[in-house]
């Protein structure tokens, strides 16, 4: 079956501590793009990759990194200076950036004491 | 981007139809309008998009004013399944730099 995989599904991490979520992809797609949201809220862009090695930052970057090294992985760290890091992580992609649909991964769920 | 403005929250009768409303009153000419939805602890799922014209596939249909600042979503029988959050966003389509922006969007309650 084609999709996007995120693992874990649930995570939990002290504070102080970086955490790296995992995304992966088997539909060929060229953009890739990883997303927050807070309870009750819409989703906000944090990074999206056009293409392998290559990488823009979202609407809220701070506090996070990526790597593109292949075409179906994205994972995203969350790292130690990023203030308010309990979140519903949602990994994405899309054929490409101007594609009118981006498949989601059933997203991760961080919570930071 | 321009910005949408959709209710909070809508019910809806089993079996009937669902018209989510949505406002887009600064859409520019070259903008087009997308629904998502998101079920409960789920990851967004693509339903429709339009730019001018109505559109209809397996899952809804869109209705977009003539002016082009508002549009419909119908879901023309509701079940129990289609309760979630639906989004209307508005996107320029583009090579770079193009991203989805999601609002708060509507809760619609499906109602046995």
């Known amino acids: 079956d084609g999709g996007i995989t995120q693992s874990p599904k649930y995570l939990f991490r002290k504070e102080g501590q970086n955490v790296t979520l995992s995304c992966e992809q088997n539909?060929?797609?060229?953009?890739m793009y990883w997303y927050r949201q807070d309870p009750g809220q819409g989703l906000r862009l944090i990074y999206y990759s056009q293409i392998v090695n290559d990488f823009q930052k979202g609407d809220i970057a701070e506090g996070y990194s990526v790597s593109r090294e292949k075409k179906e992985s994205f994972p995203l760290t969350v790292t130690s200076a990023q203030k308010n890091p309990t979140a519903f992580y949602l990994c994405?992609?899309?054929?490409?950036?101007?594609?009118?649909?981006?498949?989601f991964g059933p997203g991760t769920r961080l919570t930071v004491t | 981007d321009a910005k949408t403005t959709q209710p909070t929250s809508m019910d809806c009768a089993e079996g009937r139809a669902a018209n989510l409303p949505c406002n887009h009153s600064?859409?520019?000419?070259?903008?087009?309008v997308y629904w998502y939805r998101q079920i409960h602890s789920q990851g967004p799922q693509y339903i429709i998009h339009?730019?001018?014209n109505n559109e209809t596939n397996e899952m809804a249909s869109l209705i977009i004013t003539e002016d082009r600042k508002s549009s419909t979503l119908i879901l023309p029988h509701a079940t129990l399944r289609d309760t979630a959050v639906y989004y209307c966003i508005v996107r320029v389509q583009e090579t770079s730099g193009s991203r989805l922006t999601f609002g708060e969007g509507t809760q619609l309650t499906v109602n046995p």
């Open positions: 339009g730019l001018k």
């Open positions: 539909l060929n797609h060229d953009a």
């Open positions: 600064t859409i520019s000419g070259n903008e087009y």
């Open positions: 994405a992609s899309s054929i490409g950036v101007a594609s009118y649909e981006q498949y």
